[in-house]
């Protein structure tokens, strides 16, 4: 069966080879590092002589690559190379870059910014504290409502995308979604889940843009949580206002 997430929209004025191609990266991006041609055909519904074409279209273009021993398909270099040329030009991390590292050193906590992309959150930066420990994972991909940034933007964003975060959630949510939903809309910061604390990143129009988070230290009381909220909501203000004057 086909991922009903990627299901074809007929939408006027779009290409229907464009959309499907997008539809295999996606798919790249999810499953296993390798994948079987028939595998995405399958999940993505489009059938094998398609997809195959696709994906060669798509490998020419080092948008995907393939395995030359076992012929599966991954995705390729140039994608790198788009999302670094994308982050460079994102207003978001320029606006915050002079807060992370004094933020990181008043907090003793590492310090990420986020955004939300579709159902997703993505840490696009991060500065680590003394003991952040051996493992980066600057750029990870997470489901939104399984974090605190995720959550408040996922709850600020328009009707279709909340729902859609919703839908991909890993788990239920543990009271009514219109509640949730309110609470996190209203709330100034998050704290947990996953040890993090965030807050909310408008621009000069109060538009939500961002989150800008900290790992909650062990055994973080209410008063250290409402400092390192105190913090970071100052440095996102600071930043906010930079934003959309450019």
């Known amino acids: 069966m086909s991922d009903s997430r990627l299901d074809p929209v007929e939408v006027r004025g779009t290409l229907g080879t464009v959309r499907n191609?997008?539809?295999?990266?996606?798919?790249?991006?999810?499953?296993?590092?390798?994948?079987?041609?028939?595998?995405?055909?399958?999940?993505?519904?489009?059938?094998?002589?398609?997809?195959?074409?696709?994906?060669?279209?798509?490998v020419l273009a080092d948008l995907a690559e393939q395995d030359p021993r076992s012929s599966r398909y991954s995705l390729g270099p140039e994608v790198t190379r788009l999302s670094q040329r994308y982050l460079g030009r994102l207003p978001i991390l320029g606006a915050l870059a002079p807060y992370l590292v004094s933020l990181r050193d008043t907090l003793q906590a590492t310090v990420h910014v986020a955004v939300l992309v579709r159902e997703s959150v993505v840490y696009v930066?991060?500065?680590?504290?003394?003991?952040?420990?051996?493992?980066?994972?600057?750029?990870?991909?997470?489901?939104?409502?399984?974090?605190?940034?995720?959550?408040?933007?996922?709850?600020?964003?328009?009707?279709?995308?909340?729902?859609?975060?919703?839908?991909?959630?890993?788990?239920?949510?543990?009271?009514?979604?219109a509640e949730l939903r309110t609470q996190w809309s209203k709330a100034s910061f998050l704290a947990s889940p996953a040890d993090e604390l965030a807050v909310v990143v408008h621009d000069a129009s109060e538009t939500p843009v961002a989150a800008l988070a900290a790992t909650v230290p062990p055994g973080a009381?209410?008063?250290?949580?409402?400092?390192?909220?105190?913090?970071?909501?100052?440095?996102?203000?600071?930043?906010?206002?930079?934003?959309g004057h450019g």
């Open 21 to 58: 191609a997008v539809r295999l990266l996606d798919l790249l991006a999810e499953g296993p590092a390798y994948q079987q041609l028939t595998d995405l055909a399958e999940r993505s519904g489009l059938s094998v002589p398609t997809a195959h074409r696709l994906l060669r279209s798509l």
């Open 125 to 177: 930066d991060r500065v680590d504290a003394g003991d952040g420990g051996p493992y980066r994972d600057s750029h990870r991909v997470m489901d939104a409502l399984s974090t605190s940034a995720g959550r408040l933007l996922a709850a600020r964003a328009g009707d279709d995308l909340w729902q859609q975060c919703v839908s991909a959630h890993h788990s239920p949510l543990e009271q009514d979604q």
């Open 221 to 243: 009381d209410a008063a250290r949580l409402e400092s390192m909220a105190t913090h970071l909501a100052r440095a996102a203000a600071a930043a906010g206002r930079t934003l």
